[in-house]
């Protein structure tokens, strides 16, 4: 029978950070970013259960850390960050999550909210006429292994080369848009057909395109740095890898789990099942993983090639969509950090957390119909090895939500709030209802007011639009 | 319990993915169990005037409960792949580590849900009142 964990066993640090003192196999102390007031909630399910788990990983330097929108998931919570020491730590997929690289991307116009509303509703039917959710039906394009081992080698740079995108789109993307440590021939062929038809899908859940305005500016210089202004249209983004990082995942969860005992690596949940980085089957999940994330953000880049497709059409060919940023939240990525006052190459998962280096934008997506933010990385966030949180985090399961709520009554409310929502199934729109969300407004400010990055933006929804 | 005659059931106590309970009176129906419960998260748009479709599938694993979930995964890779939804599974060889079977099915139109992959997370088959049981949690 599950025991949720007691507030008691938390010392609280400051207003909006929470430890969990090291003991029994834990090997780190463990942190969480979190209010007062949202951490009763955090407390009944098993995401702390799953945050201390991640403490006793090999190698795991630090904290293991949690952000406000900490969920729980499986071997790590969601929300999770994990540094690891690359000679004495591990990598672990379950730190990575299923859906490799599922980040979002922000595009940004010339046009305002009112030179738009007129077109919104022709807009919205146009993008969710050319990005199609690909679930069973995937795209009439079927790529040739030799194609799709180029895009996972090269991410959206590919892409970009083949003329499906421009230079900025790849400047303005994490890692450029690809990680060089990618290997096509450590991903198996099962993973590379699932994954021949679906560049360019948006998959289901909570994968979404929106079309939103930049309801209010906190931080000027850095909103003029980035091209947003109040009342200006956005076109937002949010996917990953679909069936191929997926597919990676399972056959390197199924391989560590076998490879673990030669390692002497014990651990409560198989789905932390996790290697040495340095041992072989570590270093092919890397390479594997980073094919994958390249995957993802070609996956990304060719909706956006998609969407500028059907905004011209609407708006003719002199009115263009940049990108502002491109940004994981599913990911393992080495990075340099300061440990114990050394500069440090460290193996950093962020199971739904994203990345925020100093001035790096942040975009962080609401639940349907609610706002979503950009935020800015910032000095303070070293002490979360630069990360912060990736969403509002889940409250209810889906199945609850198709059964006390109605699509159709969702579908109302969002257009009484003058928000357009554009989907072909009903059960989805219930599943993602904004009730089954933690409040974005609340998770945000625990990471602004924490330090772990700043608020730039605040981004309200005009169009919600899921694939066909 | 809901969906019983089926011989699982889709809970509620998990709130970012898709946790059931599947039993069976046999393993190999348990198996079948939980790949209906599969079907019935992806809610498949099934094409009926067509011939039913076999395909055969080979698996081993490192023991029983990793056997349902690498099971699963792999007709998962069939469904979508093939765009194909199985309903029936021959099992001609049923050890604790290895399957050699044939899943008879049906193409489909699409997909209403896609699943990611179903996990290891504290899945455990126990025997209980006759039946074999466990809860799978499905990452969607």
């Known amino acids: ?468 | 319990m809901e969906n019983n005659s089926c011989g699982f059931k889709i809970l509620e106590n998990h709130p970012a993915d898709v946790r059931v309970y599947v039993r069976g009176k046999t393993k190999q129906k348990l198996f079948l169990n939980a790949l209906l419960a599969m079907n019935k998260i992806l809610d498949p748009q099934i094409r009926t005037r067509v011939k039913s479709i076999s395909r055969k599938i080979k698996i081993k694993s490192i023991d029983l409960n990793a056997l349902i979930v690498d099971f699963l995964n792999e007709v998962l890779y069939q469904v979508q792949t093939n765009k194909e939804i199985y309903f029936q599974v021959q099992f001609k060889k049923f050890k604790d580590t290895e399957i050699n079977a044939e899943l008879i099915g049906r193409p489909f139109e699409s997909l209403k849900e896609d699943i990611k992959a179903a996990t290891y997370h504290n899945l455990e088959i126990k025997r209980k009142k006759g039946f074999f049981e466990t809860m799978i949690l499905f990452d969607v």
């Open chain 1, 1 to 468: 029978m599950f025991k949720p964990m007691q507030k008691e066993n938390l010392q609280k640090i400051n207003d909006y950070l929470w430890e969990f003192k090291k003991s029994g196999k834990m090997t780190v102390p463990a942190r969480i970013y979190i209010s007062s007031g949202m951490l009763n909630e955090v407390l009944k399910d098993r995401s702390t259960e799953q945050l201390i788990n991640t403490s006793t990983l090999p190698g795991i330097l630090g904290f293991a850390m949690a952000m406000p929108d900490i969920h729980e998931g499986y071997g790590f919570p969601i929300g999770g960050v994990a540094a690891m020491d690359l000679e004495q730590g591990v990598i672990s997929p379950g730190g990575v999550g299923y859906d490799i690289n599922c980040g979002m991307r922000l595009l940004k116009s010339e046009l305002s909210e009112k030179e738009i509303l007129p077109y919104l509703d022709q807009l919205a039917t146009e993008i969710q006429k050319e990005v199609p959710s690909g679930l069973g039906k995937g795209r009439q394009i079927k790529l040739s292994i030799e194609s799709l081992d180029k895009i996972l080698k090269g991410g959206a740079k590919r892409l970009i080369e083949q003329g499906y995108g421009e230079k900025d789109d790849f400047e303005n993307c994490e890692s450029n848009g690809f990680i060089e440590e990618a290997d096509p021939a450590v991903v198996s062929e099962h993973a590379k057909n699932r994954g021949r038809d679906q560049v360019g899908t948006l998959g289901s859940g909570n994968h979404f395109l929106e079309i939103q305005k930049v309801e209010q500016v906190f931080d000027q210089e850095t909103a003029r740095r980035l091209g947003l202004f109040p009342g200006q249209i956005v076109i937002m983004i949010h996917t990953g890898s679909r069936g191929l990082g997926h597919q990676i995942a399972t056959d390197y969860i199924q391989l560590m789990m076998r490879k673990m005992g030669r390692y002497n690596i014990l651990l409560p949940d198989r789905e932390l099942a996790c290697v040495p980085f340095r041992s072989s089957e570590g270093q092919n999940y890397f390479r594997a993983m980073s094919a994958g994330a390249n995957y993802a953000w070609a996956n990304r880049q060719m909706i956006t090639y998609f969407v500028r497709k059907a905004w011209k059409k609407i708006f003719g060919e002199n009115i263009f969509l940049k990108t502002v940023y491109d940004v994981a939240h599913n990911i393992a990525k080495i990075e340099k950090h300061q440990v114990n006052g050394k500069e440090k190459l460290l193996l950093v998962h962020r199971k739904g957390a994203t990345r925020a280096f100093p001035a790096q934008p942040v975009l962080i997506p609401g639940s349907m119909g609610t706002a979503s933010y950009v935020l800015v990385g910032t000095e303070q966030g070293k002490d979360s090895w630069y990360s912060t949180c990736h969403g509002a985090g889940r409250t209810m399961s889906r199945h609850a939500a198709t059964r006390t709520l109605s699509g159709q009554e969702i579908i109302n409310q969002l257009k009484a709030k003058g928000i357009l929502v554009k989907c072909y199934s009903m059960r989805g729109i219930a599943e993602e209802a904004p009730q089954v969300y933690k409040n974005i407004d609340a998770v945000v400010e625990v990471v602004h007011q924490a330090g772990l990055s700043k608020k730039v933006a605040r981004l309200t929804p005009l169009a919600v639009i899921k694939g066909e």
